[in-house]
Each structure stands twice: as structure tokens, then as C-alpha cells.
């Protein structure tokens, strides 16, 4: 199984992105997805204290309609985070008002998200209209335009999908999505966003596990603080329109693949965003490899990949392992640095050992700045503390960040 | 009390700074710091998992020698951190030459502190060389020698000291000392080092706990990563020249005062180190007040101050709330984001508040643009959440720092 070339459909699914003003350009800003059908809805939000309105509205509506839901409508621009009461009420207004364009029956139908400046308040004209014409640009291949109007400053739109046939089935499943995020790296506007949807028919318990556990390896595994803004948000939702059964429990014999497939297409998107961040010139994948237990290698890996002293060095094709084992010191996993073992490489070829036991190797240093002058490069660490290991993605930090970033909000 | 303007020299204490050859420039790389008499030794060192030779070899000796030592030599230029077995022989080398160069009698009497390339082994020659030379030129004025010779990415030598009068006495104590470091950020130049001396005389027990204590407030709250570079080491040495009687408790009348001073000191070192990063352009200091203890306090501040983008902001003059609310959310420590309340100001200024009970003010941005546009900049952020505070130091992330740490190593 693998995500595809093209971009896909999912049956029972339409969407649309369209610019109704809330930007100082007119870059479309405002996304629509509905379904067909009522989905089964899972989500998974930021672990900020300071959560925006629109993740505290879907919290909420999740909990009231038990993991049901109809239809996602996103705008950027504008956050709705740190806007109190009235953001509150406008996440709502917002949902009530796609509610009745769509006409759809449940009152608990829509979810909310939003993207953009912190504080700020929704211009909730513009969204009314826009909802109206985001409405009547509805279509099953609108998915491009919607991955298109919740851009920031993303370089470019990001989607993905998975087809598969379950095993014993001729009947094909579609996993698809979109997301935003621009690398670790986010100005005022804040946040990264992963809209999914599938037309298989998942229970929403089960829903809400493989999400999670797909999560694990993949949002969880990029230095985007994935975990940190105000308005991080990943959705998944499966209308059952495929006709299969319901897949109700990890055992049933469908599961494992769209498990895979949920996976594959989380760890898509998630390269992605982490790849384009912002004045990114590299990609880089950082493999550790011979922790405790996921959790450790996977901090460690995120240390490494947050370092700006590493992520400089990367920029300025400096293979400086002195800074990667160092992060890796301050991680707060316990190894014994005599046993560390570093290399590194990239897609098909074999890689360089930089390390072992702890100490410097002799390094054929013309093969290494060969190796690390490429646009991918791969950081691969043993610890020798174990058998887990754990997979991050990251970009490198460059001047183009730096101007990025300190621009004016105004 | 209050640190002084000009250095001065600490009775009973010799030091130099030389040129011994370990850097590619003729910049003086070698440092040494002799007392008279034995001296209680107080030290702190890294937490980093990956520990350089210099800092195995010290607390070894410290342990042997139950705290007590009458020299440090300093390097700069090479780490000897990742170096294996050789790496320790070469620390215990380094500390015989000096022990012999001074005629100590104790076999343990000599600290070593290096900083510089790590995983690339230490000239021995140059070193034996350069003992002699920074025996010969050891002088009670020399501090500020030192204080070169350890300098690496520094802009300039970091150096100041404390002179008081106990209560009830006439005579004079003084607490001085030297440090390098590149506020927030190390390259291959890693580590902070901090060697403080004090006439005073102090049991070694009580050394530590004074030093350990005034580190809370000082060193730990700059992001240096204080605790998570190979070779970062805080020394103090007691050698009781002043001739006032031992300290020997907490509850000694001597001990508040000299407890003040050597906080002072600690405080004027690490500010010196945070406001010297590399590639700063702002002296900037982020007060935490209403946090349920001091730790919490410390770690907000500490995440705020590590924040790309909250720097990114600073250095771009952009009053950015946003961003170091987010940074507050993401600290791990719990608060209630409707009862946040940030204030920006300047030294002698009154603050402009930008944001109470967690939602944005009217502010005058003329004024919040003047605040911001100057050198010093202090944010001031109260959780809402206890009555402990603590205070952080740290400088912005400018383009400067992209260019010093892209750089190639060799």
C-alpha cells in the first residue's frame, strides 16, 4: 500500500475553497467539505492552554453529537484564538450558518476550524456570504481548491491519498486529505490543519483509535509544535459510502489495512507540512533507532530536529555531529553516550557512519559534504539502549526564516 | 549591594591568559586561575547525558578531594569532549603540568575547564608549552586575561565582581569572577564556563549550597541551555585570605550577605552571557509573576525566551503577543489563559499593558513600537496562577545568528 501520484476523490464527499475577503488579498480563505451522509468523526486537538474558540466549539459538538458529524468549514486570516466570548459565539454563527446552506437535519452537524492572526475578530459578514458561495462551488474533485484556501504561508497546497482493496473485497477504499502548516515554523499565522476524510464505515470509537494511533507516527513526529499552537486540529471522517461493513473493532480483519492507509496518509501529509517550512531549503528525516521505547526515541529525535544549532548546520551543509549528539544529551532519555552511533544519507544510497562508540570516525569528509549538500538528507542515530525506534521530519533554518518571522504583523 | 563598575582583583588570587596555540588565530586560548592557599571548591556542571573529559575529570577530583582544590586551567578552542579514554588522560596530564608549574602539594589540586571543536583531541605539546608561559605571567590583576582567553563566538570578555562589609565588621570581602558564552546559542564553540573566586572563607558544604542556590536565579534562568551543552561548568573557590572567621551555616550573620553577593555576581555573569548570543541585537528580560512556584515560573519564561518566533518577533520590533502567549501555553504548566495578563516596558518606564484577562488591549501602537524599537525590552507576564515569579534573560534571533551558525567548521 502507498499514497498516490494524483489526488483522489472520496466518494460522498464534496468540497470548494473560495475567497470571501477575510485576508488583505483576495487569496481564497474560506474551505468547505460535506458529506453526502452523516460520518462517523474523529479529531484530535492542540494540547495548548490557550486553545482558539473554533477548537473548543468542536470539542464540545463531539462530545453532544458522539463523534458525528456532516460537514467542516475552515477559513484563515483570521485565528478566532484569544477573542473570549464573542469568538465563541461566532465559531457557532459560523457552523449555523453552513448548517442551514447545506440543510443539513442535525443540529450538531458542523465542524469549525480556523487559521491566522491571534486576537483578531471574524468579519462574520464576509462569512456569510462566502459560506453562501462556498455552497454553490460544492464538487466532488473541490478537495485542491479547499487545500488551496486554508494555505498561509505554505508554499504550496497540500493533499494526499490512499486507495486500497480490502483483502476478500472487490471493493475499493479511498483515505484522502488535506492539510496546512508551515514546517516548525509558524508566524501570527499560527497552527497547522489536517482535514481527512474516507468513504469506509468506521464506528467512531474505533475512528478516534486509529487516528490516534496514526497521529503517533506522523503529526506527532514533525517539529510543526504540533501539540503547541492555539488551533491545531486533524479530522478525520468516514461516511460508509464504499457499502463494506462497518469495521467496529481492532480484530475485524479490515482494520489493519485502513489502519495502513490512515497511517500512510497522516505520515504524507505530515512530510509535507514539516518540509515546507518556512525559508526551508532542505528536507531532513532524523531515524533513531535503539531506544528504550517509542516515546524516547521519538523525543530524542524531536530534540535533535528542534535544535537550531543543528538545523543551522544542516543549512550550511555542515555535517557537524558534535551538535546532534549534544541534543540528543539533553533530551531527557538516559543512554550511554560511549555507545552512540551516528550516519548519515539519503534515499537510496547507503549512508556514512560519522560515529561509533561515542567518538568521531575517520570520515571521507568529500563523500559527506557530497552527501549533505543534497536537497534530502537523513540523520540516522542508535542509541544502544534498546530496540524502539521512531522516525522525524523536519527542514532546515535558513535566513529566509529569520525574515519570515520578524516581519510586521501590519 | 550591588555589583561594581570596575573589576577587581580577589586577595590571595592569581591569574593570567595566554596564547598557547590551540586556535588557528593568534587570540590568546589558555587561562589560569592560582590561589595562595587552598580554597574550598564549589562546582556545577552540565546535565547533558554527553559529558566532555574536563567535566568526568573535575567532579572525580572534587569527589577525592572532598571539595577542596587551589587552581583551574582553561582552554579555549578544543572541547575535548567525545574523545574517549585520551580525552580523560589529557585532562589528567593537563592538571599534572599545572600542579607542577605551581609546586602544589596536593595531588588533586587543579580543576580543568576546556571549550571549543568537539571530537578533536588536545595538543599536549602546545598545552605543556603554554602551562609554563601562564605560570610565569599569573599576576592578581590578570582576571581580565583570562577572561579573554576563554572567550569564543563572545564579542567581548564577560567579568564582575562584588565587594561588601559583613555586619559587625570592618573588613572587606570581595566576590568576583569571569564567563564566556554565547547567549542562547553555541556552535561548535559549545558551552558556558563561569570560574568565580572569594577571600571569604566558606566550608566546602556550604560553598555548594550557596552557589547551587544563587544558580537558580542566575545561570538557570538564561537560555543558554545551561544545563545541556558537553562542557558547561560553574566554579567558585573560597580561600579565606580576607581572615574573617569560617562560614559555616545558613544561619551564620555572615552567611545572608555573602549569599547576596555571590547571587549578584551569578546574575551579572549570566545576563552578560544571554545579552552577548550571537547575532543579538536586543538585551531582552521576561519576568513570570502569579505562577504557582518558582519552577513554574522559570520554565514559562525559560519557553517563551527559547521561542524562534517570539525572538523572530522581538528583532522584527513586533510587539507580538500572540506569540508569547502561545509560548506560555506550550510551557507545561497549568493556568487558567482567561486570567493571563502581558505587559511590555523598558527600564525606568512605566509598562504598556497589551493584554489582560487573556484578550488584547487598544493599545497605543505608536507607543508599543517606541517601547520595542529600543535595545533593552522587557516583557512582563503575570499567569494569574500563585504568587511565585522568576526572572529570565535572553537576546532575539536575528539574521546574523543563521550566518555565524551556517558557517562551515573548517
Redesign the interface.
Known sequence: MKTQETFRAIPGFRASGICCGLRKTTAPDLALIASDRPCSAAALFT?????AAPVLYDRALLSRSNRQAQAVVMNAGI?N????EQGLRDAETTASLVRRALALPHEDAVLVLSTG???APLDMDKIATGVGTATAQLQPDGWPSAAQAIMTTDTHPKMASVRYTPPGSDTAVTVAGIAKGAG?????M?TMLAVMATDAAVAPPLLQEALRRANQTSFRCITV?G????NDTVLLLANGVCGLPEIRDTTDAAYAPFMEAVTLLCQNLARQIAWDGEGATKQITIRVTGAPDFEAARRVGRTIASS??VK??L????A????V??A???AGV??D??R?RLAIGQPAQPSLEL?RN???RDVDEERAAQIIAQKEVALHLDLGAGTAEATIWTCD???E???V?????T
Open positions: 494540547r495548548n492552554l490557550v486553545q485565528a484564538a484569544c477573542t473570549g492572526v491571534i486576537g516548525m515554523i509558524h508566524p501570527d499560527a509544535d501539540d503547541t499552537s492555539t537550531p544549532l543551522t548546520a543549512y550550511g551543509n555542515d557537524n555531529w558534535g551538535r549528539l549534544g540528543a544529551g539533553r538516559p543512554f553516550p560511549a552512540l560515529v561515542g567518538q568521531p533554518l535558513s535566513h526564516y529569520i525574515s518571522n520578524a516581519e510586521y504583523r
